[in-house]
Each structure stands twice: as C-alpha cells, then as structure tokens.
C-alpha cells in the first residue's frame, strides 16, 4: 500500500516570502501523479499542481512549482512570493491510476500561515 | 454554480441515529467519490462510482455504511447507528472518466458530529 507523510504539521511566512512545504510517499509502482491539494478554511479543496511521475521535469504553475525526487521518492512544493490567499491546509496526495480513477492517497497536511 | 455541492454542510445526530449525506456533482462528471477527513488529518478514500457502478469501496466503509448512486447523478452516503468515532468531515468530489490526468474537484464537506 501507498503511504505519504508530510513532517511538517505547521508552517508560518511573511508575505513576500518563499516557503518550501515537504512531502514524502512510498510506493513500488513506476506509472503514478502526485498532488498538491489546498484546503482553505471552510472552504472545499482545489488542485495546486500536479506531476506525472514518467516526466523529468518539475511541474510549474505561476507561483507555485515542485521538486520532484523520483529516487528518493520525495515529492516538495514551493511558493514564491507568498500571498495572504495562500493560508490554507496543504496535503501532498499520491494516485496510481487505475483508468483515470481519482483515488486519492493523502498526507497528513501541512497548515501554512502568512502573516501580513 | 457549477461545482461539487454537498448537502448538508454541518449535522449533529445522537449516537445510534442513522444519517444520511447528498453529494451533487458537476454534471458532465461521470465519476464519484467520498472521502472521510478526521480532525488533523488527510482525507480518507472510502469508495467511488463510474456512473450508476459503485467501483471500489476501502475497508473502512463498514457495514454500517453503505453509498448509492441510483441514476449516474448524485450520490447518498448513509451512516446507519452511528457511532462518536464517526465524527467527521465527509468530502465528495467527481471527475470525468478518460484522461488519466483528468482532476478532481472537491465539494465543501459535510461535518458531521455524533453526540
């Protein structure tokens, strides 16, 4: 079975600042997408970024962008120029697709602050 | 609006009470899940849908649950004698079958506390 641990329960920033949230997972598999899910307070969970496991290079998306280890299944994400809008929960999440499912394998979360 | 909704969004029930869960998804989605998130934690697989077809289901759905999708649209989660460690958030979300790298999109939850 997959597992993925995120060891950092807490994180705290100014705005402005760039912060790296950690995320680790263990699976035998060589075909999988990894996830980073944002959970703001009292409201419903959307999709950061993704990564194909079979692809080299890191996934980006404006702000946000990962560090992906294959070998050393490690799995980080990084957020430049952190925002006040960025406060939320962040789970690193790890699926094994199985005709596209969307069955979910989540971390234990990681809850960024931004101070202003 | 057009994204995942869940009905209702908070219910406290007294223990041994059955509840019951409505999750709306996006309408062009063909696929469905549930999730169980505890307090402090991520959220929990518990089973999903390919239209009408319950799929899978995890091994922490006991028999105390059981999830319905009747036409392909919307999905019910009932707990039946519900029990304190049953508190919980309850996430549906759905995707759309094809595109391995299709996303899914998640509803607000429905919290549930069993006094």
């Known amino acids: 079975a997959q597992t993925v641990t995120q060891s950092q329960p807490e994180m705290s920033v100014q705005e402005a600042e760039t912060v790296t949230l950690s995320c680790t997972y263990d699976?035998?598999?060589?075909?999988?997408?990894l996830f980073w899910y944002k959970q703001p307070p009292s409201r419903q969970m959307i999709l950061v970024i993704r990564?194909?496991?079979?692809?080299?290079q890191n996934a980006t998306e404006n702000r946000f962008s990962v560090n992906f280890q294959k070998a050393a299944k490690s799995f980080s994400l990084k957020i430049s120029d952190s925002q006040l809008g960025d406060t939320a929960m962040y789970f690193c999440?790890?699926?094994?697709?199985?005709?596209?499912?969307?069955?979910?394998?989540f971390g234990q979360g990681t809850r960024l602050t931004i101070n202003p | 609006d057009t994204g995942v909704s869940q009905d209702p969004r908070h219910k406290i029930t007294k223990r041994g009470q059955n509840v019951t869960f409505r999750c709306d998804p996006i309408?062009?989605?063909?696929?469905l899940y549930w999730y169980r998130q505890t307090l402090g934690q991520g959220p929990e697989f518990l089973t999903y849908?390919?239209?009408?077809?319950?799929?899978?289901k995890s091994r922490l759905l006991s028999d105390r649950f059981s999830a319905e999708r009747p036409k392909g649209s919307f999905s019910t989660l009932e707990i039946q004698r519900t029990e304190q460690g049953d508190s919980a958030m309850y996430l549906c979300a759905s995707s759309n079958y094809g595109a391995i790298d299709t996303e899914a999109f998640f509803g607000q939850g429905t919290r549930l506390t069993v006094v």
């Open positions: 309408s062009e989605h063909n696929r």
């Open positions: 849908f390919q239209n009408e077809a319950q799929l899978e």
């Open positions: 699976t035998s598999e060589s075909n999988y997408y």
């Open positions: 990564q194909e496991a079979y692809k080299q």
């Open positions: 999440a790890f699926m094994k697709p199985i005709q596209g499912a969307q069955k979910l394998v």
